[in-house]
């Protein structure tokens, strides 16, 4: 890994100091390391300068009213384990339990978990030069890629790999940031970018910010859930993960004002489907209906030549997520 | 018909002549009972030393630097830069321009330098200018038409032609064929303890603490390639994280490694990163059939003809048993070897046998659904006659029975909702006998007794039937036993492979103790007014048989040695141990067959391994071989780029391995053989779970996936084609 620096910020307003000279990949926050750590050493990440961001804003607060706060270094298993936040955002809660291991889920935080980079083989491998890296082509297009994208068109075909964003965006969050300019409040669903917006980052985020926390709005009425299907039980990626937010209409009888639906692991960015969310507006959901709605949200799929097989994993996740959030027990 | 055996292994003579002076004891205190590790402690609180945890004061760390293309020829390369970065040491080309790299992976230069991290980064400062050469990265595209012929002797061996009766009339007679093709992927051996060693110089003495498999063989090879006296070489292998087969000798890294510590004039530390691991430090082979076999109306194989193929890498074999086990009395098998871009294989825990299980089995399954047949009574109908060395008609009907066979369901499982749930067995056989082995025993004036024997634990748990063999031999409890072992300054012993090493040691060591009580017994019968005959040790005493009370305790006996301890060397010796074993395994799956995942729910297994010498070690080499089936079924895939030729999943992110919460039930029923003496068990237990794994998935969907591993892909694009095709199995 190549020699850096180090700043030890011993609160935020020292980290925006420490990141306000920063250009993209020269300086970059550190807080876990669970991921930045690993791009070095893989010589991906080469940055002269790490700036600790452990300091920053940590707690999670759930008043009964008005918005969840979570602080951006709080770690993933500080978000598993909160009794509150499970109890009034369980899509989020399952969504953090299931990251990882242990290990990971102690030491990875909220801001790094949003912040990560792609998983992509040919990115994470140093001889691959390709598009995300400034180089000519994407390898995945004509190689493996049984894991990669299943929406979007390229030019880069990665899949965005946080398992916290899809519940974030379902529960409509917005993430603060903080930077030169002051402190800003970005919709958690225009938080991420596709390629063609920003190839060498997958956020909003300018180098000289800093995730500082993320606030979720009080469901009212929501019934929500996250369904993610792993190869192995734990230790392993998503192929896909669905997280549903359906806010259910005032009169009972379990009918659907409106709802949200976010599948991970099928798009460069976390994947809302408008016409998933369309279908269940107005219904009373049953089996059917969640078929119905699986069906439209992959309807406008483009696998690419290896990865067919996640549009019907991509179907099954969001169908059961959907059940799991009426309360239906699903496998 | 045939009249030579299938299998020449099956009903060998297997039953030694007991050794006339040391048999193994009738009514054993040790031998065969549920024994902890005597280095479990230290292993657990991180006391045990292995090589990577050795540090020497003032060592170097030495990186190499590895070809990136997977064929090239190096036109030159540059060490200035390298040689001036900060905290360099040594430098060095590995290869000299005109040399061919053949793989991604292979050694092409190397540096040792004060800190890893100024190592890794003075490595990417050695300048190494290549012509890149067309390259073939997959066994498919070394087959195309047009392929560029990169091998010298060619892409393909092909090698000989098997054969025996009459196929024709093989075939005639059946009432059935299946005509199916299967295979398997290649898979790395993923020891959790990388490849590497730490060399240390004095003067023209080396001192090398080695992850291997062979200390005597590695400390040989190293004396070879340096030129330097065997005399001169000490191999140090205390503690071992696993070889699996591929770690017997210093390898190009071990040699490397006591180059740079030369140059430096200082200790250097060079263990692989992962990454390297999987790329250069061996793999088991892919295999690939398209077989056709006929069945006769009640159920007899008459005749099996197959085509197979592999690749085991750059100019690598592939070959496998096949068919396996299972009598087709007129057969044919032609096999090619097919040579890749891609590191070469090594001997993989029981090379070949997975793979020849894994055709054979889905194959007899196949057969017995066309047959509408139980899959277990066709099998038993076509096994061979029962040996010592063979006895599946015996262990399959056990297995069942405990794993609940007979609740099996016909092929796709009838219950609704999306889990379906699945049964499959196979059978292995291995052979595991060893010899070779010295052994060098002292007992103490004080008691204490030390056991000394140049093998290695590769994890397994050697160092400790070492102890229980000697202290059940000495009647003393373990305790007073120090068993040292991986040491090539120890008496010798071969190389841990081919599951040798338990069948190996053992008769050294209880001749060895055995001629050590005898001289202590010579030493004591006079005061005692006795023929040393008539004495025995036992329960901590040396007395005369069937009186304990007219002997000495153990610790007075030893005082009678005085100053002088007393030592004896002995070594193996025919009748104490054997060859060939067999068993059985049965998988339970459980399949989403809306996500595709599968997950292997429970395994039994019942295996023998001649005389049992520890039931908990011998257990726990069924478990580790089970874990190991279970990453082959499922999870583990070598994944090469098919454009560029490089692995992709270089790491254990995307190459897989089970955790515990993807790890069956398992259930063991281990048969001892007493009388046979001591056989190996290393590699037996991982032969079978894979294939019974896939028969189950089968069994459970309805659909057969031919292919491992059985990822959600597969499972979801055999769904979709049954639905398309409309057919079932
Ligand atoms: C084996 C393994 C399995 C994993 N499985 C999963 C999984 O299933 N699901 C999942 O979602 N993730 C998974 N992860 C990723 C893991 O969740 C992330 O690595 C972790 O959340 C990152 O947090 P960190 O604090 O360690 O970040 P770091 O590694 O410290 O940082 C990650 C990135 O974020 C930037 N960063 C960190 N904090 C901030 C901030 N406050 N503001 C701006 N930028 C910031 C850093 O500069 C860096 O680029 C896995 C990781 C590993 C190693
Ligand atoms: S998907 Fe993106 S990151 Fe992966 S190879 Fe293509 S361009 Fe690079």
């Known amino acids: ?331 | 018909m045939a009249d030579t055996p299938q299998v020449p292994e099956v009903n060998a003579p297997s039953r030694p002549q007991p050794h006339e002076k040391y048999p193994w004891p009738a009514e054993p205190t040790l031998v065969g009972k549920r024994i902890q590790r005597v280095d479990g402690p230290i292993k657990v609180t991180g006391q045990a030393k292995y090589s990577y945890d050795i540090n020497r004061p003032g060592g170097l760390h030495g990186r190499i630097l590895r070809s990136p293309h997977p064929h090239a020829r190096i036109v030159a390369i540059d060490l200035s830069a390298a040689s001036k970065a900060p905290g360099v040491k040594a430098v060095m080309a590995v290869l000299q321009p005109g040399a061919k790299v053949m793989f991604q992976g292979e050694e092409v230069a190397a540096l040792a330098a004060a800190t890893e991290e100024q190592a890794d980064d003075a490595l990417r400062l050695i300048k190494v200018q290549y012509e890149v050469l067309p390259h073939i990265a997959t066994e498919a595209l070394a087959l195309r038409e047009g392929a560029p012929q990169v091998f010298k002797d060619g892409n393909i061996k092909a090698g000989d032609t098997e054969e025996a009766g009459d196929l024709e009339a093989g075939f005639k007679a059946a009432a059935h064929t299946v005509l199916a093709g299967y295979a398997t992927q290649v898979q790395t051996h993923v020891s959790l303890e990388t490849h590497g060693c730490v060399c240390e110089w004095d003067g023209d003495k080396l001192t090398s603490w080695v992850s291997t498999q062979a200390v005597h063989g590695t400390r040989e090879q190293f004396a070879k390639a340096l030129d330097i006296p065997q005399a001169n070489v000490r191999v140090i292998t205390e503690y071992m994280g696993g070889g699996f087969g591929s770690k017997f000798g210093p390898d190009a890294q071990g040699i490397i490694c006591a180059k740079l510590a030369k140059q430096a004039g200082a200790a250097v530390k060079l263990l692989l990163d992962r990454k390297d691991e999987h790329l250069a430090s061996g793999n088991r082979p892919s295999s690939a059939s398209k077989i056709k076999a006929g069945v006769s109306a009640d159920g007899m194989l008459t005749a099996f003809d197959a085509e197979t193929w592999g690749t085991g890498g750059a100019g690598a074999g592939s070959g496998f048993p096949l068919p396996y086990i299972y009598v087709f009395p007129n057969r044919r098998r032609k096999h090619r070897d097919i040579f890749t871009n891609a590191g070469p294989q090594r001997a993989m825990r029981a090379p070949g046998h997975p793979q020849g299980c894994f055709h054979t089995e889905m194959l007899m399954d196949e057969l017995a659904d066309k047959l509408r047949m139980d899959p277990l009574a066709f099998r038993i109908k076509n096994l061979p006659p029962e040996a010592p060395n063979a006895m599946w008609r015996k262990y399959f009907p056990i297995a069942a029975e405990r794993f609940g066979w007979s609740k099996r369901h016909v092929t796709g499982d009838p219950t609704p909702g999306p889990i379906k749930r699945g049964m499959g067995c196979a059978a292995n056989r291995w052979g595991g006998g060893g010899q070779g082995t010295k052994a060098h025993c002292e007992i103490n004036p004080d008691g204490s007794v030390v056991m000394r024997c140049g093998t290695q634990d590769l994890g397994v748990g050697t160092k400790t039937i070492v102890a229980i063999i000697t202290a059940e031999t000495l009647g003393i409890p373990m305790e007073l036993v120090r068993a040292e072992i991986g040491d090539s300054n120890y008496p010798f012993s071969g190389g841990s492979g081919g599951s040798t090493t338990a069948p190996g040691v053992s008769p050294a060591i209880r001749v060895t103790s055995g001629m050590a009580l005898d001289a202590l017994k010579a030493k004591v019968a006079p005061g005692l007014g006795v023929d040393a005959a008539t004495l025995v040790a036992s329960n901590g005493r040396i007395h005369v048989k069937g009186d304990p009370s007219k002997g000495l305790a153990w610790r007075d006996a030893c005082k009678q040695l005085g100053m002088e301890p007393l030592a004896v060397d002995g070594q193996w010796e025919r009748g104490l141990s054997a060859s060939g074993t067999s068993g059985v395994q049965f998988a339970e799956v459980e399949v989403d067959i809306e996500t595709g995942v599968s997950k292997v729910t429970r395994v039994t297994c019942v295996q023998d391994c001649g005389l049992i010498v520890d039931q908990l070690t011998a257990e726990s080499q069924c478990i580790g071989g089970i874990i190991g089936g279970v990453n082959y079924a499922l999870f583990e895939d070598r994944i090469l780029d098919r454009v560029t030729g490089h692995m992709v999943n270089p790491n254990m992110e995307w190459y897989r391995i089970a955790g515990p919460s993807d790890i069956p039930t398992i259930d063991i029923t281990l048969m001892n053989q007493p009388e046979r003496g001591v056989i190996g068990i290393g590699e037996p237990p991982t032969i079978s779970t894979a294939a019974a794994v896939a028969n189950a998935v089968a069994n459970a969907i309805g659909a057969r996936i031919r292919s491992i591993p059985i990822t959600p892909e597969k499972v979801i694009t055999a769904l979709a084609e049954r639905e398309k095709t409309g057919g079932t199995l």
Not at chain 1, 49 to 62: E, H, S
Not at chain 1, 197 to 218: Q, Y
Not at chain 1, 226 to 234: D, L
Not at chain 1, 282 to 292: F, L, N, P
């Open chain 1, 1 to 331: 890994m190549k020699a850096f620096a180090y700043v030890n910020a011993a609160n935020q307003q020292e980290a925006l100091a420490a990141l306000s000279t920063a250009t993209r990949g020269r300086r970059l926050p550190l807080a876990g390391g669970t991921d930045l750590l690993g791009l070095m050493k893989d010589y991906v990440a080469e940055p002269d300068v790490l700036v600790n961001v452990k300091n920053l804003p940590a707690g999670i607060a759930v008043p009964a009213q008005g918005l969840a706060v979570i602080g951006a270094a709080a770690t993933l298993t500080d978000v598993a384990d909160h009794a509150a936040l499970a109890k009034t955002y369980p899509a989020l809660t399952d969504a953090a339990r299931g990251v990882g291991t242990p290990q990971i889920r102690n030491v990875g935080t909220v801001g790094g978990n949003l912040m990560q980079r792609p998983r992509c083989w040919y990115f994470r491998n140093e001889e691959f030069h390709c598009l995300k890296k400034g180089g000519a082509r994407c390898f995945a297009v004509e190689g493996e890629n049984q894991y990669h994208a299943i929406f979007g068109d390229g030019p880069c075909h990665i899949v965005h790999p946080s398992s916290l964003a899809p519940p974030l965006i379902a529960y409509n969050a917005r993430i603060k940031v903080a930077g030169p300019q002051g402190e800003r409040e970005i919709e958690a669903g225009t938080f991420f970018l596709m390629p063609d917006r920003n190839m060498f980052g997958e956020t909003v985020l300018e180098p000289t910010e800093l995730v500082t926390e993320v606030v979720i709005p009080t469901p009212r009425n929501v019934s929500a859930a996250t369904y993610e299907v792993k190869f192995k039980q734990s230790h392993d990626w998503s192929i896909v993960t669905a997280s549903v937010a359906l806010r259910m209409s005032g009169g009972g009888g379990g009918v659907v004002e409106s709802a949200r639906v976010v599948l991970g692991a099928v798009a460069p960015v976390p994947w809302r489907s408008l016409p998933a969310e369309q279908m269940l507006k107005g219904k009373r959901v049953d089996e059917a209906v969640a078929w119905q709605a699986a069906e439209a949200a992959l309807a406008d799929a483009r696998p690419m030549s290896g990865n067919g097989y996640k549009v019907q994993v991509a179907k099954t996740a969001l169908r059961r997520a959907i059940m799991k959030a009426t309360g239906a027990k699903v496998v």
